[in-house]
């Protein structure tokens, strides 16, 4: 059974840094992409970033694209979320997700997924 365990969320200032991790458990971590995504208040969850398998190749949405960076240590299970310039829109619960492939290709090629961390940035 496949557990992912993230940390790293708190308050900051706006302008300021944050780093998330998502460490996994329960499978073969270097075989699978993983993604990120977040649910601020009233919304629906959203994509946020994702990296291949070894992680050669990554992909962000617009809104968070030059600012995270998703990274991947695959001989400690664990992905971060390296978080600058953070904005008050960026306050959400984060997610971590685990695919099925080792390419992320949609949410239906995720089957794991973490508890969340909060992240609130102030203004």
Do not use: H
Not at 8 to 13: E, I, P, R, S, T
Not at 63 to 83: E, H
């Amino acid at each position: 059974q496949v557990q992912l365990v993230e940390s790293g969320g708190g308050l900051v200032q706006a302008g300021g840094s944050l780093r998330l991790s998502c460490v996994a458990s329960g499978r073969t971590f270097s075989s699978y992409a993983m993604a990120w995504f977040r649910q601020a208040p009233g919304k629906v969850r959203e994509f946020v970033a994702t990296i291949n398998w070894s992680g050669d190749y990554t992909y962000y949405v617009d809104s968070v694209n030059g600012r995270f960076i998703i990274s991947r240590d695959n001989a400690k299970n664990t992905v971060y979320l390296q978080m600058n310039s953070l904005k008050p829109e960026d306050t959400a619960v984060y997610y971590c997700a685990q695919g099925i492939t080792n390419y992320y290709r949609g949410q239906n090629d995720l089957d794991a997924w973490g508890q969340g961390t909060l992240v609130t940035v102030s203004s």
